[in-house]
């Protein structure tokens, strides 16, 4: 079957329906469900129309709650929990056939603030022009070349950085937008909500390339720390502190390619043993 590959701006681009009610048009787009990504990102550009220009979102947390129809249009409905002077909370809900396949809290902060100042530090690797494109390579992302067209990533090989001993499971990938995208840091921020699920779920299958497993996001949690910009080189460092029961947690910071730390993500996912004959369910 034939499918398009909406474009970021496609994607964030909601229809306001009401004051706090908003539809992002389906799009068939080849996965066997939503990506959840997009999900994530038109939960939180929903949430941004509802919040003074003053504020900036800070940190989100959402839950997978069913599979979304990536070909169905699907409805966001924003509760303004607070409105502070120097904080706003807003939860946002995404429906499709009446019912919830996303949960989202986003907080918003004023961006005039100063205090303490500190950072980890970005770990050296190749500069992303010496690493091969994904779309260039095999491996258990291929699927990605299908359809993710606008976004340039690049897996770092693993005998190209220094490893922590004491983490099992270790990815580092270079990604950021193909198309130059607009002057606007809460666009950007979206964008990096949509592009945060590419990569970091399979972080947790690097000691297991072999394994066959169902995969599928089931919580995701951001903060954004610095301003940036997601049409530029981005390094995503992601390690998986653990998996179990089916279950896998991961861990990514993010990067500006000055070494700037500008955002991080934990996201736990179904990581469940594939069983010979028997259907894969969430």
């Not at 949509?194 to 990569?199: F, G, I, K, V, W």
């Not at 297991?208 to 919580?219: I, K, N, T």
């Not at 991961?250 to 010979?276: K, P, S, W, Y």
Request: charged share 25%; aromatic share 10%.
């Amino acid at each position: 079957m034939d499918f398009v590959v909406p474009t970021i701006d496609e994607i964030l681009n909601l229809e306001q329906l009401d004051s706090d009610i908003f539809r992002g048009t389906g799009v068939f787009t080849g996965l066997q469900r939503t990506y959840g990504g997009q999900v994530a990102a038109q939960c939180l550009s929903a949430a941004t129309k509802t919040v003074e220009d003053d504020k900036i979102v800070h940190s989100l947390h959402g839950y997978f709650v069913r599979p979304g129809q990536s070909d169905k249009d699907t409805i966001f409905v924003v509760e303004r929990v607070r409105d502070g002077r120097s904080f706003a909370t807003r939860v946002v809900r995404a429906i499709q056939d009446g019912k919830a396949i996303f949960h989202m809290e986003a907080s918003f902060h004023v961006t005039d603030n100063d205090g303490i100042e500190h950072s980890d530090t970005m770990r050296t690797v190749p500069d992303p022009e010496n690493v091969v494109p994904l779309e260039q390579v095999d491996g258990p992302l291929k699927f990605f070349k299908l359809w993710a067209k606008d976004w340039d990533v690049r897996i770092v090989p693993e005998d190209e950085f220094d490893h922590n001993k004491y983490t099992p499971s270790q990815q580092v990938v270079w990604f950021r937008s193909k198309k130059e995208l607009p002057d606007d840091q809460t666009f950007h921020i979206c964008t990096l909500a949509y592009m945060s699920d590419l990569t970091l779920l399979h972080s947790a299958l690097v000691p297991h390339r072999d394994a066959h497993v169902q995969m599928a996001s089931l919580d995701h949690a951001m903060w954004f720390l610095r301003p940036f910009r997601a049409d530029e080189w981005m390094l995503y460092d992601q390690v998986s502190p653990s998996a179990h029961a089916g279950r896998a947690l991961t861990q990514g910071r993010i990067f500006d390619r000055e070494g700037n730390l500008v955002a991080m993500v934990v996201q736990e996912g179904l990581t469940r043993t594939l069983e010979e004959g028997k259907p894969a369910f969430k």
